[in-house]
């Protein structure tokens, strides 16, 4: 059949109506399959496509809802990809307003309009109270603008009534929350990535650069920074330990189990020296408070050996773990820590060794 020459409004806005459903399905080159299934070409397909997304972005509404609009734009940051884990942004389309993810992600887009809507409800369903005119008949909607003053994440996933809601901690009931943080302690060593995931909810919402102290959130954060490693493990093991500073003292042995975490992360992370001073002012701390002889000190001390090692100072990093293992010995004898500080010399000697007849040879070389 030949193809008309002039195409009607309903003709063309069904065609960019089917790109835009065939680019929610994550179909590749939605306007090439479209042109190809109803005969168009695919230049003129194209064409339309990029004027009637040039109309909607005109018809933007303003950037604050107001109570009587249908459309209602999610604050930013709030509604993320269940799949890519990314913020999803409101993009205004030839079929409406939707949100969609940034690349690669693939995922269809969601409207917009739906979202407001099963979000409104959540809110209508904990939080009523926020809601000015809950009998209106758009009062979903309405209460969606109050959702960042209730929720601390959004998580979309295939379709707007697939919604998984982090709460702020402070929002859920503290007991609740303890049991959790229980929970989580237990299964630490039998299963750390469940543990992992109660500790992120427990923790929803805090800040660790801003969120203000709290004994329970430091218990959690220093908890889930053993469960981390990088920058995600200082950064939580950093907040517990300036919090437990705080609330208990320097020398309190929560706020030393904080410090040796956080300098277990740093060095973890390769920053070696900020972890040799970490450990150092440790050991001292734990030499006023338990004893200079006592097991943690010398513990603390001999690792602290072993990151001087790492910074390159070998000769001095043997000297002090040997001087570490007469003490232990002598104070502890018989603790199978003493085997182990014995391991960790003989390692370093060994590392010497092995590295002597090269350093020899190459001074030879140069020599000759």
Known sequence: MAKPRKYTSDIIADAVRQVEAARA??????????????????????????KARARAAIAVPSATPRADDDLVVLPDGLLHCLFCQQPMTATFTAVGLVYDCPPPC???PLNAVAVAEAVGQVVLRHAAHLVPTPTHPKRAVIAAVHAHR???RITAGRHPADLRVTWPATARPRHALTEQLRLAH?????????AHRLLQTI?????????????????????LAT??????????????????????????????????????????????????????????????????????????????????HDLGHHDA???????????H?????????????????????HQQTVSSPTLVRSATECRA
């Not at 399959?33 to 168009?40: F, I």
């Not at 237990?186 to 469940?194: F, G, H, I, K, S």
């Not at 990093?317 to 003490?327: G, K, Q, S």
């Open 227 to 308: 469960l981390l490693h990088g920058i995600a493990a200082i950064r939580w093991a950093d907040y517990a330990h300036r919090s437990l500073t705080h609330l208990h003292g320097p020398t309190a042995p929560p706020t030393l189990t904080a410090a040796h975490t956080l300098a277990t992360a740093h060095r973890q992370a390769g920053h070696h020296q900020r972890a040799y001073r970490l450990f150092r002012q440790l050991a001292e701390q734990l030499a006023d408070t338990v004893g200079a002889d006592a097991h943690r000190t010398l513990a603390v001390r001999a690792t602290s050996a072993l990151v001087l």
């Open 106 to 108: 693939r995922r269809p």
């Open 150 to 152: 209730l929720i601390a």
């Open 329 to 349: 010995r002598h104070a502890h004898p018989g603790h199978p820590a003493t085997t182990r500080m014995t391991d960790h010399l003989d390692r370093l000697r």
């Open 25 to 50: 399905t994550g179909r590749r080159g939605p306007i090439s399959t479209v042109a190809r299934e109803l005969h168009l070409d695919r230049r003129l397909l194209q064409n339309w496509v990029t």
């Open 186 to 194: 237990q299964l630490a060593t039998t299963d750390p990535a469940r």
């Open 203 to 223: 923790l929803a919402g805090v800040d660790p650069a801003a969120t203000p102290i709290s004994t329970f959130h430091a218990e959690a954060a220093h908890l």
């Open 317 to 327: 990093a043997r000297t002090l773990l040997a001087d570490v293992i007469n003490r």
